[in-house]
C-alpha cells in the first residue's frame, strides 16, 4: 500500500501548554492530546481553553491534520467531568453568568468533536480509569472510543442530588436509545468497559495496557479509507443530528438548575471534590479555590480581549479582578 509522504509537525505545535502535552505522528498526520490537569483531572477552565485553543488551531490550519486522539496522562482517572470546586464557588457567589461562560466553553468543546468528520478528521479516544459526567459526554462524540477493560463510567450527579450533565441525554440517546439513556443518567450507576460495550457506547473494549496498541490498529485501518469513512461519519449525523443550538439550551437549562442546589447539595459537592483533589493527588483545599479563581479571571478577561464571539461583561465573582496581572 502506498503511503501519503509524511507530513512535518504544524508550527502551532510550539505552544506553550500546561495542562495538555500534544505529540504528532507525521506517517499519519496525526495529533494526540495527552490531558493532565491540575489540581483535579476534569474539565476546568483553564483546561478547556487549551483544548479549545488547540480545536482552533486545528481548523484554522485545514488538512494538517487528519487523525485526531485524546488520552489520559493520570493513571486511573480519564477525566472527572465537570469541575465541581468552580461549581460551589460561583453557586454561593450567585454568579450566573460564569456558570453560563463554563457551559459554553463545554459547549465549544463538544461540538468540535461533533464536527469534525466535516473539517476532514478522524478521532479516536482511549478511556483508561474512571470518566465520570461530562467526561462521559465528551468521550461520545469520538468516532472510535475503546475503552480498557478496567475502566469504567457514567453519570453519578444524581445519586448525591446533584445536576445532570450537560450532554449527556443528547449523545447517549443517539448512540443507545432513549431507553439506556433513561437507565443510565437517572440510575446514577458506574458501568464497565463491557457493560458499555453492550449499551453501543463504546466501540472497542480491551485488555488493560492493549490500548496504545488498539490505537494503533483503528488508525491504520481508517488511513487508507479516509475520505469514505468521514463521508459516512457525516451521513450518519445527518440521520441522527445533534444541534449547537440544543446544547446551548441545555446549557440554559444545567444553569437554572444549579442556581437551586441547597447548602447540603453544595457542601457535599465541596467532599466529592476534595476526594477528587485526593485521588489525582492536587493542591490543598484553599489552594484549589484560589486556582479556580485566577482561572475565572482569566477566562473572562480572555472574552473581554475579544478573543472570543459572545461578547458579555465580566459580572459577579469575576470582579475581583487582578489576580492574573
Not at 34 to 58: G, M, W
Not at 67 to 87: A, E
Request: with cysteine; charged share 25%.
Amino acid at each position: 500500500m502506498k503511503q501519503d509522504r509524511p507530513a512535518a509537525a504544524p508550527r502551532w505545535l510550539a505552544r506553550p501548554y500546561k495542562y495538555i502535552r500534544l505529540d504528532w505522528d507525521p506517517e499519519f498526520s496525526l495529533l494526540r492530546s495527552r490531558t493532565c490537569v491540575k489540581p483535579i483531572q476534569c474539565y476546568s477552565l483553564a483546561a478547556l481553553s487549551e483544548l479549545n485553543q488547540v480545536f482552533h488551531d486545528v481548523s484554522s490550519n485545514p488538512g494538517e491534520v487528519k487523525h485526531y486522539v485524546m488520552t489520559s496522562d493520570v493513571t486511573g482517572v480519564f477525566n472527572f467531568g465537570g469541575d465541581l470546586s468552580l461549581f460551589v464557588l460561583l453557586i454561593r457567589a450567585r454568579d450566573v453568568e460564569s456558570l453560563k461562560l463554563y457551559g459554553r466553553r463545554c459547549v465549544d468543546l463538544v461540538w468540535w468533536l461533533e464536527t469534525a468528520s466535516q473539517r476532514g478528521l478522524h478521532t479516536t479516544v482511549l478511556v483508561q480509569g474512571d470518566t465520570l459526567g461530562g467526561g462521559l459526554e465528551c468521550v461520545m462524540p469520538f468516532h472510535k472510543v475503546i475503552f480498557e477493560r478496567s475502566a469504567q463510567a457514567g453519570f453519578p450527579e444524581v445519586l448525591f442530588n446533584l445536576f445532570p450533565g450537560m450532554g449527556g441525554w443528547n449523545f447517549t440517546i443517539r448512540k443507545a436509545g432513549f431507553a439506556v439513556a433513561n437507565e443510565m443518567i437517572l440510575s446514577g450507576r458506574l458501568y464497565t468497559a463491557d457493560q458499555l460495550y453492550r449499551r453501543s457506547l463504546v466501540d472497542l473494549v480491551v485488555e488493560d495496557g492493549e490500548g496504545e496498541a488498539a490505537i494503533d490498529q483503528v488508525v491504520r485501518a481508517v488511513h487508507p479509507r479516509l475520505r469514505g469513512t468521514l463521508a459516512a461519519l457525516q451521513a450518519r449525523r445527518f440521520a441522527s443530528p445533534v444541534t449547537y443550538e440544543s446544547l446551548l439550551a441545555i446549557v440554559d437549562q444545567w444553569t437554572e438548575t444549579a442556581m437551586r442546589l441547597t447548602d447540603r447539595d453544595l457542601r457535599l459537592m465541596e467532599r466529592l471534590a476534595r476526594a477528587q483533589v485526593r485521588k489525582a493527588g492536587g493542591a490543598d483545599e484553599g489552594a484549589v479555590e484560589e486556582i479556580k479563581r485566577m482561572e475565572l479571571d482569566t477566562a473572562w478577561g480572555e472574552l473581554r480581549s475579544g478573543d472570543t464571539a459572545w461578547g458579555e461583561e465580566r459580572t459577579g465573582i469575576t470582579e475581583w479582578g487582578g489576580l492574573n496581572h
